[in-house]
T-cell receptor
Framework: SQQGEEDPQALSIQEGENATMNCSYK?????LQWYRQNSGRGLVHLIL?????REKHSGRLRVTLDTSKKSSSLLITASRAADTASYFC???????????FGEGTQLTVNP | EAGVTQFPSHSVIEKGQTVTLRCDPI?????LYWYRRVMGKEIKFLLH????????ESGMPNNRFLAERTGGTYSTLKVQPAELEDSGVYFC?????????????????FGPGTRLTVT
C-alpha cells in the first residue's frame, strides 16, 4: 500500500452532516498536511499538523494525528455542498522536503 | 498577494513533440516544487528547487524531463520528446523558508496545474 493512503476512497453525505476522512502513512514524518482539489482546479492547502501535535482546528475543520498508529483524520463539520471535492493527505518525511500524497478521498455533499 | 501561477493551463501535443511548462512561484518563496498526477493515480513528487539550485530531483522519471530555475524566480519543466505516458496534470508548488532554517514546516502552496495531453 502507498504512503499517505486515504480511506474511504469515496464518501457521499447530506448537507449538514459531518464528514470524516482518514489517512495512514508508513514512515516517520515531520508534518502532515491536508489539501482539497475541486474538479479541474488546483490544490488548496487546508491545514498542517506537525508531528508533535495531536489535534488542530481551523474553522469547520478538525485534524488529528496519531504518530504511534501513523494515521490522521480530517473531520469537516456541518458540511456544505461547496465542500464537494477531492481531499488529499500529504506527508513530509523527517529526512526530506518532498510531500508524499495519497490517492485521495472524493467527497460529495448533497444539498 | 498573487498565488502560484502556471502556464499553460492545458496543452495537447503529439507524441514526440516538445512541451515546456512554466511556473511562477509566490514572490519571495525560495522553495519551488514540481509534482504530477498521471491517469488518476496519486500525486507524485518530481523535484525541488531551493532558489536556483536543484535540492532533490529524485522524482524525475527519466532524462526526457528537464527542469530549470534560472535566477531563482520562475521555473520551467520541459518534456522532450513527449510520450503517451506523460499525460497528466503537472503541479507546481512553492514555500517560504531556506534550507538552513529547515523550511520543513512551511506549507506548500500549489498552482492550478497544467493538464498535459499527449496523443
Amino acid at each position: 500500500s502507498q504512503q499517505g493512503e486515504e480511506d474511504p476512497q469515496a464518501l457521499s453525505i447530506q448537507e449538514g452532516e459531518n464528514a470524516t476522512m482518514n489517512c495512514s502513512y508508513k514512515t516517520s514524518i515531520n508534518n502532515l498536511q491536508w489539501y482539497r482539489q475541486n474538479s479541474g482546479r488546483g490544490l488548496v492547502h487546508l491545514i498542517l499538523i506537525r508531528s508533535n501535535e495531536r489535534e488542530k482546528h481551523s474553522g469547520r475543520l478538525r485534524v488529528t494525528l496519531d504518530t504511534s498508529k501513523k494515521s490522521s483524520s480530517l473531520l469537516i463539520t456541518a458540511s456544505r455542498a461547496a465542500d464537494t471535492a477531492s481531499y488529499f493527505c500529504a506527508t513530509r518525511e523527517t529526512s526530506g522536503s518532498r510531500l508524499t500524497f495519497g490517492e485521495g478521498t472524493q467527497l460529495t455533499v448533497n444539498p | 498577494e498573487a498565488g502560484v501561477t502556471q502556464f499553460p493551463s492545458h496543452s495537447v501535443i503529439e507524441k514526440g513533440q516538445t512541451v515546456t511548462l512554466r511556473c511562477d512561484p509566490i514572490s519571495g518563496h525560495d522553495n519551488l516544487y514540481w509534482y504530477r498526477r498521471v491517469m488518476g493515480k496519486e500525486i507524485k513528487f518530481l523535484l525541488h528547487f531551493v532558489k536556483e539550485s536543484k535540492q532533490d530531483e529524485s522524482g524525475m522519471p527519466n532524462n526526457r524531463f528537464l527542469a530549470e530555475r534560472t535566477g531563482g524566480t520562475y521555473s520551467t519543466l520541459k518534456v522532450q520528446p513527449a510520450e503517451l505516458e506523460d499525460s497528466g496534470v503537472y503541479f507546481c508548488a512553492s514555500s517560504q523558508g531556506w534550507r538552513l532554517a529547515g523550511g520543513h514546516n512551511y506549507e506548500q502552496y500549489f498552482g492550478p496545474g497544467t493538464r498535459l495531453t499527449v496523443t
